[in-house]
Protein backbone atom coordinates (compact mmCIF):
# COMPACT_ATOMS: atom_id res chain seq x y z
CA UNK A 1 0.00 0.00 0.00
CA UNK A 2 2.77 2.53 0.82
CA UNK A 3 3.85 2.30 -2.83
CA UNK A 4 0.87 2.88 -4.53
CA UNK A 5 0.26 5.62 -1.58
CA UNK A 6 3.51 7.22 -2.79
CA UNK A 7 1.96 7.05 -6.54
CA UNK A 8 -0.97 8.97 -5.86
CA UNK A 9 0.35 11.45 -3.54
CA UNK A 10 2.98 12.18 -6.34
CA UNK A 11 0.87 12.19 -9.27
CA UNK A 12 -2.59 12.18 -8.24
CA UNK A 13 -4.95 9.37 -8.17
CA UNK A 14 -7.27 10.37 -11.38
CA UNK A 15 -3.65 10.27 -13.57
CA UNK A 16 -2.50 7.21 -12.95
CA UNK A 17 -4.17 3.58 -14.68
CA UNK A 18 -3.94 0.49 -13.29
CA UNK A 19 -0.59 0.42 -15.99
CA UNK A 20 0.91 3.32 -14.90
CA UNK A 21 0.73 1.46 -11.08
CA UNK A 22 1.89 -1.97 -12.54
CA UNK A 23 5.36 -0.21 -14.18
CA UNK A 24 5.85 1.69 -11.38
CA UNK A 25 5.58 -0.72 -8.45
CA UNK A 26 7.45 -3.34 -10.73
CA UNK A 27 4.96 -5.87 -11.11
CA UNK A 28 1.92 -7.02 -13.83
CA UNK A 29 -0.63 -5.62 -14.38
CA UNK A 30 -2.15 -9.48 -14.07
CA UNK A 31 -0.32 -9.52 -10.39
CA UNK A 32 -2.42 -6.17 -9.35
CA UNK A 33 -5.74 -7.84 -10.14
CA UNK A 34 -4.69 -11.01 -8.51
CA UNK A 35 -5.22 -8.87 -5.17
CA UNK A 36 -7.31 -5.97 -6.32
CA UNK A 37 -10.60 -6.37 -8.49
CA UNK A 38 -9.84 -2.56 -9.81
CA UNK A 39 -8.44 1.00 -9.41
CA UNK A 40 -11.60 1.50 -7.04
CA UNK A 41 -10.47 -1.13 -4.42
CA UNK A 42 -6.59 0.26 -4.16
CA UNK A 43 -7.47 4.00 -3.72
CA UNK A 44 -10.16 2.17 -1.17
CA UNK A 45 -7.23 0.02 0.97
CA UNK A 46 -4.76 3.07 0.63
CA UNK A 47 -7.06 5.61 2.25
CA UNK A 48 -7.35 2.72 4.69
CA UNK A 49 -4.07 2.41 5.53
CA UNK A 50 -3.12 6.20 5.49
CA UNK A 51 -5.70 6.75 8.13
CA UNK A 52 -4.64 4.05 10.11
CA UNK A 53 -0.66 5.45 10.11
CA UNK A 54 -2.22 8.97 10.98
CA UNK A 55 -4.14 7.45 14.40
CA UNK A 56 -1.01 5.31 15.21
CA UNK A 57 1.19 8.46 14.71
CA UNK A 58 -1.05 10.67 16.61
CA UNK A 59 -1.66 8.76 19.77
CA UNK A 60 2.27 8.17 19.82
CA UNK A 61 3.34 11.08 19.62
CA UNK A 62 0.57 13.31 21.22
CA UNK A 63 -0.17 10.89 23.85
CA UNK A 64 1.90 13.12 26.68
CA UNK A 65 1.30 16.43 25.66
CA UNK A 66 -0.73 18.31 28.04
CA UNK A 67 -0.51 21.85 26.27
CA UNK A 68 -3.37 21.75 23.36
CA UNK A 69 -0.76 24.96 21.71
CA UNK A 70 1.66 22.26 21.70
CA UNK A 71 -0.61 19.76 20.33
CA UNK A 72 -1.62 21.79 17.40
CA UNK A 73 1.58 22.88 16.90
CA UNK A 74 3.02 19.17 16.87
CA UNK A 75 0.46 18.21 14.53
CA UNK A 76 1.65 20.83 12.03
CA UNK A 77 4.70 19.31 12.03
CA UNK A 78 3.05 15.54 11.45
CA UNK A 79 1.42 17.35 8.18
CA UNK A 80 4.38 19.37 7.07
CA UNK A 81 6.03 15.36 6.76
CA UNK A 82 3.16 14.26 5.44
CA UNK A 83 2.16 17.11 2.90
CA UNK A 84 5.92 17.96 1.79
CA UNK A 85 5.39 15.58 -1.56
CA UNK A 86 1.56 15.25 -1.64
CA UNK A 87 -0.51 16.14 -4.78
CA UNK A 88 -3.20 18.89 -3.74
CA UNK A 89 -5.65 16.73 -6.18
CA UNK A 90 -5.67 13.49 -4.55
CA UNK A 91 -8.14 14.48 -1.32
CA UNK A 92 -9.89 16.18 -4.05
CA UNK A 93 -10.41 12.84 -6.96
CA UNK A 94 -11.55 10.74 -4.14
CA UNK A 95 -14.25 12.66 -3.09
CA UNK A 96 -15.67 13.37 -6.75
CA UNK A 97 -14.37 9.67 -7.98
CA UNK A 98 -14.05 7.27 -5.43
CA UNK A 99 -16.83 7.19 -2.89
CA UNK A 100 -16.15 4.18 -0.75
CA UNK A 101 -12.96 5.67 -0.60
CA UNK A 102 -14.71 8.99 0.43
CA UNK A 103 -16.94 7.96 2.68
CA UNK A 104 -14.22 5.66 4.70
CA UNK A 105 -12.62 9.30 4.95
CA UNK A 106 -15.14 11.29 5.72
CA UNK A 107 -16.11 8.63 8.99
CA UNK A 108 -12.22 8.80 10.35
CA UNK A 109 -12.53 13.04 9.96
CA UNK A 110 -16.12 13.30 11.79
CA UNK A 111 -15.42 10.62 14.63
CA UNK A 112 -11.57 11.15 15.15
CA UNK A 113 -10.60 14.30 13.62
CA UNK A 114 -13.37 16.35 14.91
CA UNK A 115 -13.55 14.91 18.15
CA UNK A 116 -9.73 15.33 18.86
CA UNK A 117 -9.58 19.12 17.57
CA UNK A 118 -13.10 19.72 20.20
CA UNK A 119 -10.78 18.07 22.93
CA UNK A 120 -8.00 20.51 22.14
CA UNK A 121 -10.21 23.45 22.33
CA UNK A 122 -12.04 22.51 24.99
CA UNK A 123 -8.89 21.62 27.00
CA UNK A 124 -7.61 25.36 25.60
CA UNK A 125 -10.66 27.20 27.26
CA UNK A 126 -10.83 25.22 30.10
CA UNK A 127 -6.32 26.22 30.79
CA UNK A 128 -7.17 29.79 29.96
CA UNK A 129 -4.72 29.41 26.63
CA UNK A 130 -8.35 29.93 24.46
CA UNK A 131 -10.40 32.49 24.15
CA UNK A 132 -13.76 31.45 26.30
CA UNK A 133 -16.29 32.86 23.91
CA UNK A 134 -14.99 30.87 20.99
CA UNK A 135 -18.17 28.37 19.87
CA UNK A 136 -16.62 25.04 19.87
CA UNK A 137 -18.63 23.14 17.45
CA UNK A 138 -18.29 25.44 14.83
CA UNK A 139 -14.69 26.16 15.63
CA UNK A 140 -13.64 22.19 15.22
CA UNK A 141 -16.05 22.06 11.75
CA UNK A 142 -13.96 25.24 10.74
CA UNK A 143 -10.65 23.89 11.42
CA UNK A 144 -11.61 20.85 9.55
CA UNK A 145 -13.15 22.90 6.30
CA UNK A 146 -10.21 24.80 6.21
CA UNK A 147 -7.89 21.72 5.91
CA UNK A 148 -10.01 20.32 2.66
CA UNK A 149 -10.27 24.21 1.68
CA UNK A 150 -6.03 23.94 1.08
CA UNK A 151 -6.44 20.97 -0.85
CA UNK A 152 -8.45 23.17 -3.67
CA UNK A 153 -6.12 23.87 -6.27
CA UNK A 154 -8.92 26.24 -7.93
CA UNK A 155 -8.79 28.38 -4.59
CA UNK A 156 -4.92 27.86 -3.99
CA UNK A 157 -3.59 26.88 -7.55
CA UNK A 158 -0.12 24.92 -6.88
CA UNK A 159 1.36 27.31 -9.51
CA UNK A 160 1.89 30.09 -7.25
CA UNK A 161 2.25 28.21 -3.51
CA UNK A 162 2.55 24.79 -2.29
CA UNK A 163 -0.15 22.34 -0.72
CA UNK A 164 2.06 22.40 2.74
CA UNK A 165 2.92 26.48 2.51
CA UNK A 166 -1.20 26.76 2.28
CA UNK A 167 -1.88 24.22 5.10
CA UNK A 168 0.63 26.08 7.67
CA UNK A 169 -0.95 29.57 6.98
CA UNK A 170 -4.30 28.34 7.50
CA UNK A 171 -3.41 26.92 10.62
CA UNK A 172 -1.78 29.20 12.31
CA UNK A 173 -4.19 31.82 10.84
CA UNK A 174 -6.89 29.41 12.86
CA UNK A 175 -4.60 28.71 16.21
CA UNK A 176 -3.88 32.74 16.17
CA UNK A 177 -7.88 33.48 16.30
CA UNK A 178 -8.57 31.61 18.96
CA UNK A 179 -5.75 32.55 21.39
CA UNK A 180 -6.40 34.45 24.49
CA UNK A 181 -3.87 36.91 26.13
CA UNK A 182 -1.95 33.79 27.63
CA UNK A 183 -2.16 32.00 24.93
CA UNK A 184 -0.69 33.93 22.88
CA UNK A 185 2.53 34.37 25.28
CA UNK A 186 2.41 30.62 24.69
CA UNK A 187 2.01 30.25 21.71
CA UNK A 188 5.09 32.48 20.58
CA UNK A 189 7.29 30.18 23.12
CA UNK A 190 6.33 27.28 21.42
CA UNK A 191 6.63 28.73 18.19
CA UNK A 192 10.24 29.65 18.53
CA UNK A 193 11.21 26.58 20.07
CA UNK A 194 9.81 24.43 17.21
CA UNK A 195 11.51 26.78 14.58
CA UNK A 196 14.91 26.73 16.79
CA UNK A 197 14.33 22.60 16.60
CA UNK A 198 13.78 23.06 12.29
CA UNK A 199 17.41 25.13 12.57
CA UNK A 200 19.25 22.74 14.38
CA UNK A 201 17.35 19.52 12.13
CA UNK A 202 18.24 20.90 9.06
CA UNK A 203 21.93 22.40 10.50
Not at 45 to 73: F, G, T, W
Not at 149 to 155: E, I, T, Y
Not at 159 to 168: A, K, N, P, S, Y
Not at 182 to 202: A, E, I, M, W
Amino acid sequence: MSEAETLFSKYGIRSMTMDDIARQVGISKKTIYQHFTDKDEIVYQVVHYRIANDKHYADCQLADVSNPIEEMLMVSEMMRTQLANVNPSMLIDIQRLYPRAWALFVDYRDKFILEAIRRNLIRGIEQGLYRSDIDVDIFSRLRIELVQLGFDSQVFPITRTTLLDVQMQLLHHFIRGILSDKGFSSYNQFLTKYRNDQLVTHK
